[in-house]
């Protein structure tokens, strides 16, 4: 596609309950990236996937969060049994390779409030 | 771990005055990018500097990687209220191919 498209835009989901959140990247960009960004902070890096390589998960939080990866393209984020502090905006970048010399092309993120 | 920190946090400047961003990594960076991100929008991709003591232009603005490659600056000249929003380094570690750091970032505010 011309860009990384997210969905939902926006989610509203109970605490305790589980979500899943999506990403399609830029078609052909090897390199997909998932961060969260609360309100008026910084981007925390969740996780990351390059290829067919394991992906390097080192930024996920807590075992409730889980990342797949389908076919080198489409990326599903799950966070199960949400909590209050899971409230934030989650970003999905891609890049055409993960060396240096790519930038990311961030998708608008999926704005998720647990209530 | 890899930190980068960014100062200031926020500044509020009225249009056509100067403003600088500094980005400190506590580790030696392979390079560094640069985002913008506006009110309500999401991170969009400015620039990449790799080479020590590198200097690049965009118009307006003016950035730099340091001779240790462990900072960088962002200079804008003469701002503009489309300049409004949050400004982020970001950078990846020596030997590391993965994930970028981002900073803490910095927000302007420019009014007229």
């Known amino acids: 596609g011309a860009g990384v498209s997210q969905s939902p835009s926006n989610k509203v989901t109970e605490k305790g309950k589980d979500v899943e959140l999506r990403c399609d990247p830029i078609?052909?960009?090897?390199?997909l990236y998932w961060y969260r960004q609360s309100l008026g902070q910084g981007l925390e890096f969740l996780i990351y996937?390059?290829?067919?390589?394991?992906?390097?998960k080192s930024g996920l939080p807590s075992d409730r969060f889980s990342a797949e990866r389908t076919g080198g393209s489409v990326s599903t984020l799950t966070i199960q049994r949400t909590q209050q502090e899971d409230s934030a905006v989650y970003l999905c970048?891609?890049?055409?390779?993960?060396?240096?010399?790519?930038?990311?092309?961030f998708g608008s993120g999926t704005r998720l409030t647990v209530v | 771990g890899q930190q980068v920190m960014q100062i200031p946090q926020y500044q509020h400047v009225q249009e056509g005055e100067d403003f600088t961003t500094y980005c400190n990594s506590s580790?030696?960076?392979?390079?560094i990018q640069w985002y913008k991100q506006r009110p309500g929008g999401h991170p969009v991709f400015l620039i990449q500097?790799?080479?020590?003591?590198e200097v690049k232009k965009q118009k307006r603005l003016t950035f730099q990687f340091g001779e240790a490659k462990k900072n960088s600056s962002l200079h804008i000249t003469a701002t503009q209220t489309t300049d409004v929003g949050t400004y982020f380094c970001?950078?990846?570690?020596?030997?590391?191919?993965?994930?970028?750091?981002f900073g803490t970032g910095t927000r302007l505010q420019v009014t007229l």
């Open positions: 970048a891609s890049s055409l390779f993960a060396g240096p010399g790519y930038g990311y092309t």
């Open positions: 078609s052909g960009h090897t390199a």
């Open positions: 996937f390059q290829g067919n390589s394991a992906p390097d």
């Open positions: 580790t030696t960076l392979s390079n």
């Open positions: 500097l790799v080479k020590s003591g």
């Open positions: 970001a950078g990846r570690n020596t030997g590391t191919a993965s994930k970028l750091t």
